[in-house]
Every structure is written in structure tokens, then in C-alpha cells.
């Protein structure tokens, strides 16, 4: 005796789309870890346009640039021992958690020293930089909104 299949149903998971096939606003992606902190896939961009306020960082989008629907992104930064990020504040907020080496996070007046898998939530208009005084590169993975307000830089 021969079983009918049953058709398949949708799982909750997946999202109906008024596109046209082909043409989602969400998809799988996978990138492959190269050791290093580098992604098959990922390419280095700089980390903003160039000027004298920072100097030594490399910018690898994971997630939120690439066609995924995702209402953030995943961005893995790297500053060269003795480099550093702008000092700039902004409206949106975003984590940083070190994934790499040590580095130092400014948050208003205070100053503290970062290592693996420590964390740091920066609140909105919380003026910050990372900077990295130590002999190895400094790595971090930054978890921000994908929609978000332009830097405003912070003069010393």
C-alpha cells in the first residue's frame, strides 16, 4: 500500500514575500572562519574615510550588509598596537565585546581596559573611542543597528 505524501506545510520559520521568487529579502548566510579573525566572503573595508582622527583599524561586516533582512549588524574591527578609533558620539547605541588581544574603551571620562570576551554596552550620545597602547592587535566584534545616525566627531 502506497502512502499519499502529505503537501509540506510552511514552518513558522519561513517568511512569505510578496517578491517574486529569487528576489527575498532574507537569506541564509553562512560565512566560513579563516582563522585570523577572517570570513570567507567578508572582505576588509576601511573604517571610515580618511582623516587624522584615527589611525590602524580594519572593518569586516558580517551580518547586515550583504541582502539579510536583519535590523542590525555584526561588524568585526581590528586596531594595530598603537592605532585607535575617532572619539565621536552618536544617537544609536551598540555593544562591543573583545574577541582579540586588549585594547582601551573610552566612555565619557572614564577609561577601561578590554579583553577577551569582555563586554561593553555604549548608551546613546555616550561620547567613546577604542584604542589599542599594547603590542598586539586589538579585536572586537560590534553589535549596532543597521539604521542609524551619522558620528558626530568629539575634538580633544
Known sequence: MTRKK???ENSFCEIESNKPEGKRLNRTAFYKHKGDFSWRGIK???????GDEWAGIIR????GSHGESAKFQIRY???????????E???HEHVVIGVKGEGI????????????MDTIYISPDTPHQLINP????????????AKRDKPKLIKK
Open 6 to 8: 502529505k503537501p509540506a
Open 44 to 50: 576588509d573595508a576601511p573604517y571610515k574615510n580618511k
Open 60 to 63: 569586516r561586516v558580517l551580518i
Open 77 to 87: 574591527f581590528e586596531i594595530s598596537p598603537e592605532g585607535n578609533s575617532s572619539i
Open 89 to 91: 558620539k552618536h544617537r
Open 105 to 116: 574603551v573610552l566612555t565619557g571620562r572614564t577609561k577601561r581596559k578590554m579583553g577577551f
Open 134 to 145: 599594547f603590542k598586539e592587535p586589538f579585536g572586537f566584534l560590534c553589535v549596532v543597528n
